[in-house]
């Protein structure tokens, strides 16, 4: 009777009780080692020894890789209390204050930056590598600091003009540290090293709100430049730790580069180069770029909408990244000071350094959260979270604090409903939706397709910088109903076009997609049993995502199968019978003739 067992890359194979697989003549490391590998097998020679996933280059990885989080949100977090900053006002504003448009093009230039260096981040990537790549971006971030520290007089455009070039570097990072730590890190902590990009915005913007407090009062050019300056400190980190660190494996192999590609990934894996692990891992690699470069040439930019059902999770990862925008969080950290000036707190700055607090304190648990409570459930439960937080806000900030009645009460409310916000924001939209980018997408499309998606992040970073302070003028404080719609829009979109992928190889997650299952049932879906997944990654697709040949994709109801027969006896195996009239038993056929 058969049996099923569940092989090393958690796929269920058919085997029968007299299997060799149970005889005990193997190990259970050994047995799914890799067909190229199985003379290092049968000689002994493949180390079957457990990775150590938490070695310091690991944790080096994460802490150097991260600070391009660290940097991103530095920057956001420092603007928004320049903008309340007296000889900051005097010296770019007009007589002491800032029109909208000025406000909105000094703090947006970034994001247009940003949406320009995600952009070319990706394909600049693939032809030079990833660790080159990150210490230029980081150079092009500090030339855009240098441009806004030599300003000395009252052109404010030169300060727009050097948060434009510095979000350069910021979108090429946004880009290049998620898709380095995946390419990189060990496979089972993977999820959570790629979330501690969004672990570092938080702390970046908290440690700016913090730098800000304390110079805020300094009658001179240093309350704002000092503030500044401090922020070279994480991108000379960065660019001085990467050279201690190796390149990606998979931009390596890409590259003919195995060798180094195999001792990259026995570092990480803190294991032997023989090791069961790296020859499953290289494997994968090798099918991976075989099945991409099938087909007889390069395949194009546009697959990221014509590829295997590319063109929906290339809007899903883009709507995902415009509605982690419209959850309004961004409306507190760049305006934050300003907006808790205007309900009466003495300082503003304290109540961004509280703000600042929860969200950097509040996505640690949402490392958690992620991993444990999915993807789907954990963005829904924010989402509607988040929209019942900012009708209250809202209502709270036009109908009592604006109409004058008890503005006291009415500005506490306020802040603790503004914290609730950034609490749910940072446990689920914040880490999620960047986790979720980097698991949607199969390898072969995920630096175009994620390069996509962060560009859309940008875009509306942009537009709600730039707009806000018009909107609010306008509209005051009812501009929180608008954010409140999209939360609960963003629960809906969740819902109905997400797939959970918690506790999925990335190689399922790409076959749910693929085969259609519906998102509200993905949670309890199952691989099919003693089956190949199919993947996109496995299909040998010609330039253009077009002439699939499934013969050679694992896992199509096409696929053809050749196995070695032994030949026919006179009474046993399979006999060629085509023209005399029988029909061969095995075609499960019934009756004396064929219709």
Not at 211 to 220: A, C, E, L
Request: with cysteine; hydrophobic share 45%; aromatic share 14%.
């Amino acid at each position: 009777m058969p049996m099923f067992l569940m092989d090393r890359f958690g796929r269920k194979s058919k085997t029968s009780p007299t299997d060799s697989t149970l005889s005990g003549d193997e190990t259970p490391r050994q047995h799914g080692v890799p067909p190229e590998d199985a003379a290092f097998a049968e000689k002994g020679e493949v180390d079957n020894s457990p990775p150590r996933l938490f070695t310091p280059r690991v944790f080096a990885m994460a802490m150097i890789v991260s600070l391009g989080g660290m940097i991103f949100g530095y920057d956001t977090g420092q603007i928004s209390g320049f903008l309340e900053m007296q000889n900051f006002l005097d010296r770019f504003g007009t007589n002491g204050t800032f029109s909208n448009v000025r406000s909105g093009t000094i703090v947006g230039l970034l994001s247009i930056g940003t949406l320009i260096g995600a952009l070319l981040s990706a394909p600049i990537a693939d032809v030079f590598g990833r660790r080159w790549c990150i210490v230029v971006w980081n150079i092009v971030f500090c030339i855009g600091v240098i441009v806004q520290i030599c300003t000395f007089d009252d052109t404010w455009y030169q300060i727009a003009l050097g948060r434009w070039v510095a979000g350069f570097g910021v979108g090429g990072l946004s880009v290049l540290t998620p898709m380095y730590q995946s390419e990189t890190a060990p496979r089972q902590i993977r999820g959570a090293l790629v979330s501690t990009y969004q672990l570092f915005i938080t702390l970046g913007i908290l440690v700016a709100d913090c730098i800000n407090y304390g110079t805020h009062n300094d009658p001179s050019a240093r309350s704002w430049k000092l503030p500044m300056g401090l922020g070279f400190i994480w991108p000379v980190i960065m660019a001085c730790g990467i050279f201690f660190l190796r390149e990606s494996p998979r931009w390596d192999y890409r590259h003919g580069k195995i060798d180094e590609a195999r001792k990259t990934i026995a570092l990480s894996y803190g294991v032997p180069e023989n090791n069961w692990e790296v020859h499953r891992e290289m494997r994968e690699i090798k099918e991976k770029f075989d099945a991409e470069n099938a087909g007889g040439g390069k395949h194009k930019f546009y697959e990221v909408f014509t590829g295997p059902r590319m063109l929906y999770r290339t809007l899903l990862g883009m709507t995902l990244q415009m509605l982690q925008q419209l959850t309004g969080a961004n409306y507190f950290f760049y305006y934050g000071t300003t907006i808790f000036a205007s309900v009466g707190i003495s300082d503003s700055y304290v109540t961004a350094m509280i703000l600042g607090g929860v969200n950097f304190g509040m996505t640690i648990p949402g490392l958690y959260v992620v991993e444990h409570f999915g993807r789907r459930r954990a963005l829904i439960t924010g989402g509607l979270w988040m929209f019942m937080c900012f009708l209250v806000f809202a209502s709270v900030g036009h109908f009592l604090l604006n109409a004058n009645q008890d503005t006291n009460t009415a500005g506490v409310v306020m802040i603790v409903f503004a914290c609730l916000f950034i609490a749910g924001y940072a446990m689920t939209w914040a880490p999620i939706v960047w986790a979720v980018i980097g698991e949607i997408f199969p390898t072969r499309y995920r630096a175009q397709a994620m390069g996509l998606s962060s560009a859309s992040n940008w875009i509306w970073n942009f537009l709600l910088a730039f707009f806000t302070p018009f909107i609010t003028h306008d509209i005051d404080y009812r501009y929180g109903y608008i954010f409140a719609a999209c939360c609960f829009a963003g629960a809906v979109v969740v819902y109905f076009f997400l797939c959970e992928s918690k506790g999925r190889t990335l190689e399922e997650i790409d076959t749910m997609y693929i085969m259609h299952v519906a998102p509200w049932k993905s949670t309890k879906w199952d691989p099919p049993e003693g089956e190949d997944l199919i993947t996109a990654d496995a299909l040998y697709l010609e330039p253009g995502a077009r002439n699939i040949r499934k013969a050679e994709a694992a896992g199509m109801e096409s696929g053809q199968q050749v196995e070695d027969v032994p030949a026919a006896t006179e009474h046993h195996g399979i006999h060629d019978v085509s023209g005399t009239g029988y029909v061969p038993e095995s075609t499960g056929i019934r009756g004396n003739s064929v219709a």
